[in-house]
Structures are given as C-alpha cells and as structure tokens.
C-alpha cells in the first residue's frame, strides 16, 4: 500500500518541459572579419518552455574539454553546422547519459520535475 501511495504522489502535478540549448560561441574579430568556434567548449543553457515561450532558468553551463569530448555532439545529428541546437532535457538525458560526467548529471538533475515541486522551496519572510 505505501508503494502504491509513493508512486501515485505527483499524479495531479505539473511536469516542467525543460529545453537545453547545446552550443559553442562564436569568436568574431572585427579586425578581419573572421569568426571561428571552439569546438572544445560547449554550453548547456536550460530553458522553460511550458508556456510556448522560453524562459532563462540558468545560466550557461560551460562544459570541460573532457566532457565535450565524451559528449561528442559534432558526430550527432542533432547538431548542424552553426554549432548550436534545442534539444529537451529528456532527449538529452536519454541520449546522452551513458557519456555524460556525474558533475553534468547532478546538474541537469537539479532541476525540479514539477512546478509544485518549486513552490515547496519557496521561503517567505
């Protein structure tokens, strides 16, 4: 009975739809007119998109060499020439979990599922 009554607890809540914008900066001089990327270096930026609108909900997550490396998005499809693309924090964490650190995963993880889940944490004065 207690199982049945744990598993059964978020039915009625909101799940978050996260997006995660997965990219490398664009370095520009403007003396030359040249751009070029750091392929090296990736970010993951979430994103609300319940509303049908974006919402910023971190900042940039800058990735180490390391973990790019093991990400390996330039071999995927998902990413295209301009080095940045939308994926869902589902998507990713399928896709990508088995090569992801364990610093990316408590990050990703932080995240909460629910939107009731985010009212519990608020505190007022």
Same mark, same amino acid.
Request: no cysteine; hydrophobic share 45%; net charge positive.
């Given at each position: 009975m207690s199982? !049945? =009554?744990?598993r059964n607890q978020n039915r009625d809540k909101t799940l978050i739809d996260y997006d995660v914008n997965v990219y490398v900066l664009e370095e520009y001089n403007h003396d030359t007119g040249e751009s070029w990327w750091n !392929?090296?270096?990736w970010y993951l930026? &979430?994103?609300d998109y319940n509303d049908g609108c974006h919402e910023e909900i971190s900042s940039p997550f /800058?990735? !180490?060499?390391e973990e790019s490396f093991a =990400?390996?998005?330039l071999e995927r499809d998902e990413v295209d020439g301009? /080095?940045?693309t939308w994926m869902s924090m589902d998507y990713l964490m399928e896709n990508y979990r088995? &090569? =992801?650190s364990d610093r990316i995963l408590r990050y990703l993880e932080s995240f909460p599922k629910y939107y009731e889940d985010?009212? +519990? +944490? &608020?505190v007022y004065n």
């Open positions: 199982q !049945t =009554m744990y !392929t090296n270096q930026h &979430v994103f /800058l990735l !180490t060499n =990400m390996n998005f301009s /080095l940045d088995p &090569v =992801m985010i009212r +519990k +944490k &608020v």
